[in-house]
């Protein structure tokens, strides 16, 4: 009988029959929601003798999880080509988790300078307090430029590619080999790349994604994960989530697998939509330039193309410097159909100002412009477009 999990099927295949009912509960398609805190055992020896689970699927308590997790957990590793995750309450924590687990007091971290802002404010709060230090580095950077900014104390390389507002694409394989050589792990948070970027095939060793954007898909659920691939990485964020308490919701949970459905005839959608308006934004003469790693006059369009099998539907757009934040605001308050709002991934359209934190671009520093991250969602393409032209006439 032919194995639905099979790696030569397609992803949307996959993603069909991944974590069904069957795997874990007889019954219907679907995998239910399993509730609860308490675990009863059948004596105290098997209480006892359940602490040696606790790196497996085996219900010792509710926070260890249940069907409807396990369910889950499988999932996540199967897109992201790992073996065991983590999920956790929101993508933040997703964050948290990892970086908690491999660092402590005297230890030295690098992280990207464009990295997704609360990740800076875990590093510049949280960690500073707790004598950890942090650099941040040029995404863009050489690997023997970062290799110089390694210390003998450096245990965490984080990674995001591409980077959260200005969509530096960064040379994963090139800069975790110099993060390996040095000793030290490589974290990266792959929400972007989804399952068009295999992290563990190109050197890292933990990866971060917010399945709160398009694993969710509809806008009404906050989840994260932290995926590995050794069973040492897995004992590191197993414990540490669980000494932090870090659990996912079932109902949550359940809401992801839901997502996990559609997911890849809605990533097929987006990113056909995506591209089509930002080649129309390029176009325009508002527009100096479009952040969109899978356009050909992105930086790093080749480091891209070698690396990600697709793109999903976020991306930045960079104003003629003669528009202030003031006229790019009314630009973005005139939409009709575009939410101003945070998050992505969903099957609506948004639109934000991002300037303010966001101080750098590809290899030139400063942008020199006002920029709005767009997300574009399951609305015709044509609509948007349609959107966007009547709100750009009124920029002045």
């Given at each position: ?12 295949t ?17 995998p ?19 602490a ?38 929101t993508?933040?924590a ?15 971290c ?39 900014l ?13 980077g ?34 295999m ?14 954007k ?29 000494l ?48 969109h ?9 080749a ?47 948004l639109?934000?100002?991002t ?9 030139t ?32």
């Amino acid at each position: 009988m032919a194995d639905p999990k099979d790696p030569k099927h397609s992803f949307s295949t996959r993603m069909s029959h991944a974590g069904r009912a069957g795997t874990h509960v007889h019954g219907f398609v679907n995998p239910g929601v399993h509730r609860g805190s308490t675990v009863l055992f059948p004596n105290s020896q098997a209480r006892k003798d359940g602490a040696k689970h606790r790196f497996e699927q085996f219900q010792t308590y509710g926070t260890q999880g249940g069907p409807t997790h396990y369910a889950f957990e499988d999932v996540i590793a199967e897109i992201e080509g790992g073996t065991r995750a983590l999920i956790v309450g929101t993508g933040l924590a997703a964050v948290a988790v990892p970086l908690l687990a491999y660092l402590k007091a005297g230890d030295h971290c690098l992280m990207l300078d464009s990295c997704y802002g609360p990740a800076r404010n875990i590093c510049e709060n949280l960690l500073k307090q707790w004598g950890v230090e942090t650099t941040y580095y040029d995404p863009c950077i050489s690997p023997a430029e970062l290799a110089k900014l390694f210390k003998p104390n450096t245990k965490v390389l984080y990674t995001e590619s591409p980077g959260s507002h200005t969509f530096e694409v960064q040379d994963i394989p090139a800069l975790a080999e110099v993060a390996h050589a040095k000793g030290a792990k490589v974290l990266m948070d792959n929400t972007w790349g989804i399952h068009h970027f295999m992290p563990f095939t190109k050197g890292v060793d933990v990866s971060i994604q917010a399945l709160t954007k398009y694993v969710g898909g509809h806008s009404d659920v906050l989840l994260g994960s932290v995926t590995v691939n050794s069973e040492a990485d897995w004992q590191i964020i197993r414990s540490t989530g669980s000494l932090l308490g870090q659990f996912a919701s079932p109902d949550d949970v359940w809401l992801g697998l839901r997502g996990v459905r559609t997911m890849a005839v809605r990533l097929k959608q987006q990113m056909a939509s995506g591209l089509e308006v930002a080649r129309w934004l390029e176009a325009r003469p508002e527009v100096k330039q479009v952040l969109h790693p899978a356009l050909e006059s992105h930086p790093q369009h080749a480091l891209w193309k070698r690396d990600f099998t697709g793109a999903c539907s976020l991306f930045g757009v960079l104003f003629q410097p003669k528009y202030s934040v003031e006229d790019v605001m009314r630009f973005i308050d005139n939409l009709a159909l575009f939410g101003i709002g945070a998050s992505w991934g969903g099957y609506e359209s948004l639109c934000i100002l991002t300037t303010g934190n966001v101080t750098r671009s590809a290899g030139t520093g400063e942008f020199g412009g006002t920029v709005a991250r767009i997300h574009i969602g399951l609305e015709d393409p044509k609509d948007l477009i349609a959107d966007l032209t009547q709100s750009l006439a009124k920029l002045g």
